[in-house]
């Protein structure tokens, strides 16, 4: 079975600042990775996915991530964030139609 | 774009009562999955199907029933509900059947459920 680890739990940063947030994951065979983005009081949303190609992946509102194989990772970054950024985070795995999820990552931006 | 749809999106019920979410998918999506996100959790996957048919089962109580119907909407059932079935269940569709390429799933805004 599939297994999804996010090891930062809450994340405070300033506005501006660079983020990443960590994604390991753990499964033998070929999987799609996804990152989510939960505003609050909001439902999930798709900020990128990975399905093969090119192991940088770009996302909607800055957003990017990559995938290196070797490392299991799928981290997610973005050079400057905003206020607007504050939202809880999710890692997914993909394998067999079914999504598995990290336990997530709140990002705090403070203004 | 038109996205997935979930009905209702809040329910408050009382321990031991029945409770049905419905949720419609994408247009030409055939594949619905049904999550559930506690308080301070992250999704856990409970139930999926289609065309139709159980495609694939998670962490779903026996007192939980789903099915789809023919015009891919589904209907999550629950009943003897407890306190601990307070939670935000998001519904989620995609297109096509298990296999290569995978599709991406996409999530409607939940039924927020309170059991009092």
């Known amino acids: 079975a599939q297994s999804v680890s996010q090891h930062n739990h809450h994340v405070i940063l300033s506005e501006a600042a660079s983020l990443e947030l960590g994604c390991n994951y753990s499964?033998?065979?070929?999987?799609?990775l996804f990152w989510y983005v939960q505003y609050p009081g909001q439902h999930l949303q798709l900020l990128l996915k990975?399905?093969?190609?090119?192991?940088l992946v770009k996302g909607i509102k800055g957003f990017e991530a990559e995938f290196i194989k070797s490392k299991f990772s799928f981290n997610l970054r973005k050079p400057s964030v905003q206020w607007s950024d504050t939202a809880e985070y999710f890692c997914?795995?993909?394998?067999?139609?079914?999504?598995?999820f990290g336990t997530g990552t709140k990002l705090q931006v403070i203004p | 774009a038109a996205g997935v749809i979930q009905s209702p999106r809040h329910l408050i019920k009382e321990k031991r009562e029945t409770a049905t979410l419905k949720c419609y998918p994408i247009?030409?999506?055939?594949?619905v999955y049904w999550y559930q996100q506690g308080p301070g959790q992250d999704p856990q996957f409970l139930i999926s199907?289609?065309?139709?048919?159980?495609?694939d089962k998670g962490s779903i109580p026996d007192r939980f029933s789903a099915q789809q119907f023919s015009d891919y909407h589904s209907e999550l059932n629950m009943s003897s509900l407890e306190l601990g079935d307070s939670a935000l269940y998001f519904c989620?569709?995609?297109?096509?059947?298990?296999?290569?390429?995978?599709?991406?799933?996409?999530f409607g805004p939940g039924t927020r459920l309170l059991v009092l």
């Open positions: 989620a569709s995609s297109l096509g059947p298990a296999g290569e390429p995978q599709e991406t799933q996409y």
């Open positions: 499964y033998g065979g070929t999987v799609n």
């Open positions: 990975y399905f093969s190609g090119d192991p």
């Open positions: 997914a795995v993909n394998a067999h139609q079914k999504v598995t």
């Open positions: 247009p030409r999506h055939d594949t």
């Open positions: 199907f289609y065309e139709k048919m159980q495609s």
